[in-house]
């Protein structure tokens, strides 16, 4: 299939509609991306590379990493992660108190910020220098040696984190955090500052449409069974309050991140990345999610 001539129809198509939205200005960094620009970038399980527009510049992939921290708590903890987070859509903001406190400190699923907080501190219990060796586990997946985090972002997070400290404070006080609050904080923060561009997320998140394997390294990353059962966690959670409405429309698993970046699985098929800044009130790509749900019919494919 020609998947650049369909990602040049799509964004002819999209060019001629307004770019509604803006950019996640809440997060100082964020404010001054450049809310024009776009990118996508599909890789197969075969290898082969698609790209169009500003795919290969890096951008501030944020929540997208929490499926990595996911796939690594995961694969440490097994079944008794899911003592500690449930797997059920929020159906409320991503950054909800009511309904954690609600839920007495047990968020709703690992993809929203109480629930992320969770499996972070499950990584905090678990590794001996937390922040080295995730960023280890990433550059193992992704095969990117050099990734670092981006202080500046990770500070800028920590600035503006007071709804983030809200959540841990509460969890902390239904016994549901085991480490120090500003531990968790800060691993929190630096996992949401990594860059990457469409061209490396899609290498990086490969191996969930492979069934847990890394299709550059042909490492196996996790279990048939884990791989299947996170892609069920995108499909369900992957963009918030908006996760029925983007599997409706789309019928892809996938992961929203506030920098404007989508990233979408066809388990057997490929990973594909959008990037565009501007948000819809939710906190999703509005031109992302347009392009996906065009892609998709585009292409007649969907796991539906």
Same mark, same amino acid.
């Given at each position: 299939?020609?998947?650049?001539?369909?990602?040049?129809?799509?964004?002819?198509?999209?060019? $001629?509609?307004?770019? @509604?939205?803006?950019?996640?200005?809440?997060?100082?960094?964020?404010? /001054?991306?450049?809310?024009?620009?776009?990118?996508?970038?599909?890789? @197969?399980?075969?290898?082969?590379?698609?790209?169009?527009?500003?795919?290969?510049?890096?951008?501030?992939?944020?929540?997208?990493?929490?499926?990595?921290?996911?796939?690594?708590? /995961?694969?440490?903890?097994? %079944?008794?992660?899911?003592?500690?987070? *449930?797997?059920?859509? #929020?159906?409320?903001?991503?950054?909800?108190?009511?309904?954690?406190?609600?839920?007495?400190?047990?968020?709703?699923?690992?993809?929203?910020?109480?629930?992320?907080?969770?499996?972070?501190?499950?990584?905090?219990?678990?590794?001996?220098?937390?922040?080295?060796?995730?960023?280890?586990?990433?550059?193992?997946?992704? +095969?990117?040696?050099?990734?670092?985090?981006?202080?500046? &972002?990770?500070? #800028?997070?920590?600035?503006?984190?007071? $709804?983030?400290?809200?959540?841990?404070?509460?969890?902390?006080?239904?016994?549901? &955090?085991?480490?120090?609050?500003?531990?968790?904080?800060?691993?929190?923060?630096?996992?949401?500052? &990594? %860059?990457?561009?469409?061209?490396?997320? #899609?290498?990086?998140?490969?191996?969930?449409?492979? /069934?847990?394997?890394?299709?550059?390294?042909?490492?196996? !990353?996790?279990?048939? #069974?884990?791989?299947?059962?996170?892609?069920?966690?995108?499909?369900?959670? *992957?963009?918030?309050? %908006?996760?029925?409405?983007?599997?409706?429309?789309? +019928?892809?698993?996938?992961?929203? +991140?506030?920098?404007?970046?989508?990233?979408?699985?066809?388990?057997?098929?490929?990973? !594909?990345?959008?990037?565009?800044?501007?948000?819809? $009130?939710?906190?999703?790509?509005? $031109?992302?999610?347009?392009?996906?749900?065009?892609? @998709?019919?585009?292409?007649?494919?969907?796991?539906?």
């Amino acid at each position: 299939m020609d998947y650049e001539k369909i990602f040049l129809k799509i964004f002819s198509s999209l060019k $001629r509609e307004k770019d @509604t939205g803006s950019v996640a200005s809440y997060i100082p960094e964020l404010k /001054y991306v450049d809310p024009t620009k776009f990118g996508v970038h599909l890789l @197969t399980v075969e290898g082969e590379n698609f790209s169009f527009g500003d795919a290969n510049e890096k951008f501030s992939i944020q929540s997208i990493a929490k499926i990595l921290a996911l796939t690594l708590a /995961y694969d440490l903890e097994n %079944e008794n992660l899911w003592k500690r987070v *449930g797997v059920e859509p #929020s159906g409320n903001a991503f950054n909800s108190l009511v309904q954690l406190e609600y839920d007495k400190g047990i968020p709703r699923n690992p993809l929203i910020n109480a629930g992320a907080l969770v499996i972070c501190d499950v990584l905090v219990s678990h590794l001996k220098n937390p922040k080295k060796e995730f960023l280890d586990f990433v550059r193992k997946v992704s +095969g990117l040696r050099n990734l670092q985090y981006c202080r500046r &972002i990770a500070e #800028s997070e920590r600035s503006a984190g007071f $709804r983030n400290a809200a959540l841990i404070n509460l969890m902390k006080s239904f016994g549901n &955090i085991h480490n120090e609050i500003d531990t968790v904080l800060d691993f929190y923060f630096n996992l949401c500052s &990594i %860059e990457m561009s469409c061209k490396e997320v #899609s290498r990086t998140f490969i191996y969930l449409a492979g /069934y847990g394997t890394c299709q550059a390294t042909k490492q196996r !990353i996790l279990t048939i #069974s884990k791989s299947k059962r996170i892609n069920a966690i995108m499909q369900l959670c *992957g963009f918030y309050d %908006e996760a029925g409405e983007f599997s409706f429309k789309v +019928g892809l698993p996938g992961k929203s +991140g506030v920098g404007g970046g989508i990233m979408a699985v066809y388990p057997g098929k490929y990973c !594909i990345v959008v990037w565009s800044p501007r948000l819809n $009130r939710k906190g999703n790509s509005n $031109r992302g999610i347009k392009f996906l749900e065009r892609f @998709t019919t585009e292409t007649q494919a969907s796991i539906f």
